[in-house]
């Protein structure tokens, strides 16, 4: 007899996790929001290079971390998010994983700064694939700045597998103004090698969309808004003759949650019913509260569907939200008494 199986070294299980976790330079960075947001930053900057290939990095202006976290946060399953089973249960941030960090560090060469506000001076740390290469104090701003550099450089396959670069910076953009409309009263900017693309500030929803979206939708928002007992519905509809031929302009958020369902979408575009042509998208921005207790919640934070206890009610309540809204701006059709 001859036992045969051993434990993964960490740099090796860390890579395995990074697989599921890191598709691409813009799942590294919808983490990296997501933790800024959790952090409490009201002002995050991203900069990427070649499409995130070479660098993604991400500054905010957060609580910052202590020294040894510092270096714990690399760490597989290490949170600050939750402690106990319960906590499962009534998750409040965009995180509870610990994953992310880790799997991030184990395919790329990062380097981190990070400062509490309670301590004079930060902490820096330099990880390459999972092995720690330099931590020392460093005096830094309050907050955490990290930059992912060369994406996939130890997985070859992986990153042969990229796609093209406006491809790659489409998903990043997507990623960014997903999060950036769930926050408009946090300010966001986005630079692709030095260049400019987004500059958001702190404000209203509304403006958030048209800093997003540009100047032409100004005028053509409607506003939406439904209570119920188990869902509150809030967000901004586009009037129809806003509507264009091409889908991308269409989000859903679930207590702040980007997701995608195609038969909430229908329930939508049923609402415009007659408003506009067949072949048209109609834009929205809506935002579900719902008890976390009605949908599932432990879904994988790189997915973004999700499963309602009873999808049939949402459906039904954001039709009428949405033709409620319709309808209180004059926007469906009146009846033609001329003749
Ligand atoms: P999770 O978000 O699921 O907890 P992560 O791997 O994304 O896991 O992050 C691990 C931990 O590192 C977080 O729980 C948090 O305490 C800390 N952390 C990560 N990013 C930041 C940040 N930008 N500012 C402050 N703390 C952070
Ligand atoms: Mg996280």
């Known amino acids: 007899m001859s036992d045969i199986i051993q434990l993964l070294p960490d740099a090796i299980a860390n890579q395995i996790a990074a697989g599921e976790v890191v598709q691409r330079p813009a799942s590294a960075l919808k983490e990296m929001l997501e933790n800024a947001v959790d952090a409490g930053a009201t002002h995050i900057q991203v900069i990427v290079k070649e499409a995130g290939k070479t660098l993604i990095q991400m500054i905010d202006n957060g609580k910052g971390m202590s020294m040894t976290d510092a270096r714990m946060c690399f760490e597989r399953h290490a949170t600050s998010k939750i402690r106990t089973t319960e906590d499962l249960f009534a998750i409040r941030t965009f995180g509870f994983r610990g994953e992310a960090l880790a799997s991030i560090a184990a395919v790329a060469q990062l380097e981190m700064k990070t400062r509490q506000a309670s301590s004079e001076l930060g902490t820096l740390i330099q990880i390459e694939g999972s092995e720690v290469k330099k931590q020392e104090p460093v005096s830094c701003p309050i907050g955490t700045s990290i930059s992912v550099k060369n994406l996939f450089f130890n997985v070859p396959a ?20 997903r999060v950036a409309l769930a926050y408009p009263e946090i300010g966001f900017s986005l630079y692709q090698n030095d260049l400019e693309l987004f500059k958001l500030v702190p404000g209203k929803l509304s403006q958030r969309i048209v800093g997003i979206f540009g100047k032409s939708y100004q005028g053509q928002l409607v506003a939406c808004r439904e209570e119920t007992p188990h869902l ?3 967000g901004y509809i586009g009037k129809p003759e806003a509507s264009k031929k091409t889908r991308g302009e269409q989000f859903f958020f679930v207590n702040n949650r980007f997701i995608k369902n195609n038969y909430l979408h229908h329930a939508v575009a049923n609402a415009y019913e007659g408003l506009m042509g067949a072949d048209m998208q109609p834009f929205y921005v809506l935002f579900l509260d719902i008890d976390p207790s009605h949908i599932d919640i432990n879904v ?3 997915k973004t569907e999700i499963k309602f206890d009873d999808e049939r009610t949402v459906y039904a309540v954001i039709r009428s ?3 409620q809204a319709l309808g209180a701006h004059h926007v469906v059709p009146s009846l033609d008494f001329s003749y």
Do not use: D, G
């Open 232 to 234: 509150n519905i809030h």
């Open 321 to 323: 939200a949405v033709k």
């Open 300 to 302: 994988h934070p790189t």
């Open 158 to 177: 992986r990153r042969n597998f990229l796609k093209s670069n406006p491809v790659e910076m489409r998903h990043i953009v997507e990623e960014f103004q």
